[in-house]
């Protein structure tokens, strides 16, 4: 009877302590690649902005704790989110098998289309049989690089990765690559409404059969924060349930380019 009570007081010692941690949080560091309009991007008067960003402010909000937003490199995030550099990635980042091998994921967020991008006069298809011979510019570590790299290069495509897909859109106006692959808002924002862009279109279908391309979007933690978890997964849920991201998402985007988690 007494271990049972004891084992009673500890339980009950540990779930206070962890409500007390997450109550507690006063600040967090979220870092981000704010290079991929619109979800996470540098406005002209230096601000980090984005659609991403407007989640992340509002999680921070809901917590009561200050955001601190980080620029990093997006392949760097999971390695600095291992080395405790900050606390959260929060960057457009694909819940992928293999990311949860080394880090966790908040509840899903979002699911977003990738579509190639090319001059008006290719049309372009999703296939190696249509991109056989071409240069394809992908961002290193993303979804759509690993994609690339699996179902395309075996079989005759050449996969350009580049730091921030800035840098691939510089180099397919200039004809350096004949196409770039990556979610279409970013493909929007980043490139065809800007002068550069004009020539360009967005070309093929849009990929819904690969798990690669097709698992959703949510924001990255270290493996066992679970209180920071728990506490930015209640966040989500709230947010998604009260209409918050749905008004984010009309704030940056064109109807049914993204699709919120089933229910919402």
Not at 128 to 141: C, F, N, T
Not at 155 to 183: H, W
Not at 232 to 261: H, N, R
């Amino acid at each position: 009877m007494k271990k049972n009570l004891l084992r009673l007081a500890l339980a009950a010692l540990f779930t206070v302590s962890a409500a007390t941690q997450a109550a507690d949080l006063k600040e967090i560091r979220i870092a981000t690649e704010a290079g991929y309009p619109p979800f996470e991007f540098i406005a002209p008067n230096g601000e980090i902005q984005g659609f991403n960003i407007d989640i992340g402010n509002e999680i921070c909000k809901r917590l009561e704790a200050k955001c601190v937003w980080i620029d990093q490199s997006f392949d760097s995030l999971i390695p600095g989110l291992q080395a405790r550099k900050f606390d959260l990635a929060n960057s457009t980042m694909t819940a992928t098998d293999a990311r949860r091998k080394v880090i966790d994921f908040t509840t899903p967020l979002y699911i977003v289309a990738s579509r190639l991008v090319a001059s008006k006069d290719k049309n372009l298809e999703p296939t190696a049989e249509s991109l056989k011979g071409l240069r394809i510019g992908v961002q290193q570590g993303t979804t759509m690089e690993t994609y690339a790299r699996k179902e395309w290069a075996p079989k005759g495509v050449q996969i350009i990765a580049y730091p921030s897909y800035t840098n691939a859109f510089t180099d397919l106006a200039a004809g350096r690559i004949d196409a770039s692959f990556q979610e279409a808002p970013n493909a929007v924002d980043g490139f065809l409404d800007k002068p550069e862009g004009a020539n360009f279109h967005l070309t093929g279908a849009v990929i819904n059969n690969s798990p690669i391309l097709n698992e959703p979007i949510a924001i990255g933690l270290r493996k066992g924060n679970k209180e920071l978890k728990a506490a930015v997964d209640d966040a989500i849920k709230a947010m998604l349930a009260d209409g918050t991201i749905q008004q984010f998402s009309e704030k940056y985007f064109q109807p049914q380019t993204i699709e919120l988690p089933s229910g919402h």
